[in-house]
């Protein structure tokens, strides 16, 4: 199979893979279905940028979801079930319950046993999906990833202790919270007004600032939960920091970013992963924000067994700040690292 922008395709082009919507992770459209021009039509006004497809030009090729169907629907049920809980804590001002994230916790697990299966097998990172399933998805696809690349690094170089000593043992406990924190990492964008969140046009100096409150928004909805450690703490408060302190919440640089929080945020530069087969110095360029210059080495060869991304509009690469939605790329664009730029809407 491969991945086609809906911009080109052809009748008769057979799906490869579901295409999801919802909170359940119901298909859109279901692999093997036979793409009419009414059906690219429905995929365009979904706001499904590129689909995977068989056609002679990918026989062969057969890259693996990193995630099974069955998980991912039962991440997508639990990540709904904590974020319909999390609203209503935003629209009364106190915090999730303690109990609020039990059940994250058998999602985490359930990815990591995955993952440890693939074997250096090609991988696909996220499942298509149409706009309305992404706030559910995204989280799910930057958990995956971003437990990909911490599961090699710690596995390689071990981890740094509160004392700065690194360690080369208890990787699996290490691992599970640091999937906790993956899959938390954007809960505080709850607290920003879809108004600010869904807005296709610029963002306003007083929106942007609105949008960078969401980290610590997010520490103070998970803060009395059961999955609260420093370790989920740091993931969900500094996974936009950046390297050279470009970031926020509070601009910290290199080493003062705990390394969990670095690894959260290349996992959360979706645009830039979607084209690293395509456009590798944007790619590069957005995980350097992140990454100390000895880790970029250990990220290419991750990146080696990793197939192209395909996107949700809401992830998609846009022109410029001020582009209207009627603006956004029809086809796959080169990606940017726009998620880095000051004051553009960030892909997580």
């Known amino acids: 199979m491969r991945l086609v922008a809906t911009s080109d395709l052809q009748e008769n082009t057979t799906l490869a893979r579901d295409i999801l919507t919802g909170r359940d992770a119901a298909p859109l459209l279901r692999a093997g279905v036979k793409l009419s021009a009414r059906f690219i039509g429905h995929l365009q006004r979904a ?13 062969g090729i057969d890259a693996q979801p990193v995630i099974s169907a069955q998980t991912r629907g039962v991440a997508t049920r639990a990540v709904a079930a904590v974020y319909e809980e999390a609203k209503r804590c935003v629209a009364s001002g106190r915090a999730l319950e303690p109990d609020a994230t039990d059940g994250l916790s058998d999602v985490v697990d359930q990815i990591l046993l995955e993952i440890e299966s693939l074997d250096g097998k090609a991988v696909v990172l996220a499942d298509l999906c149409a706009a309305d399933a992404y706030a559910l998805q995204h989280p799910i696809d930057v958990t995956a990833l971003g437990l990909l690349i911490g599961r090699r690094l710690i596995i390689e170089h071990g981890w740094l202790d509160y004392k700065g000593e690194r360690q080369n043992n208890r990787h699996e406990e290490r691992l599970f919270r640091l999937g906790m924190g993956l899959v938390l990492s954007d809960i505080g964008k709850l607290a920003i007004p879809d108004s600010i969140l869904n807005k296709p046009g610029e963002l306003s100096e007083e929106e942007w600032e609105i949008v ?133 809407w960030p892909a997580v």
């Open 212 to 344: 960078k409150t969401h980290p610590k928004a997010g520490v103070k909805l998970v803060r009395d939960t059961g999955a609260w450690c420093p370790l989920v703490q740091a993931c969900v408060l500094r996974h936009h920091e950046r390297w050279n302190g470009a970031g926020y919440p509070e601009g910290k640089t290199a080493t003062e970013i705990h390394e969990m929080a670095r690894i959260a945020g290349t996992a959360s530069c979706r645009k830039p992963r979607r084209s690293m087969m395509r456009a590798p110095s944007s790619a590069w360029r957005c995980m350097s924000a992140h990454s100390s210059p000895v880790r970029l080495a250990g990220l290419r060869r991750i990146a080696s067994g990793i197939a192209s991304l395909p996107m949700s509009w809401k992830s998609a690469a846009w022109p410029s700040r001020s582009s209207s939605a009627s603006e956004r790329p029809s086809s796959l664009p080169i990606a940017s690292a726009s998620c880095c730029t000051r004051r553009e």
């Open 47 to 59: 706001g499904i940028l590129s689909v995977y497809v068989d056609d002679q030009y990918s026989e």
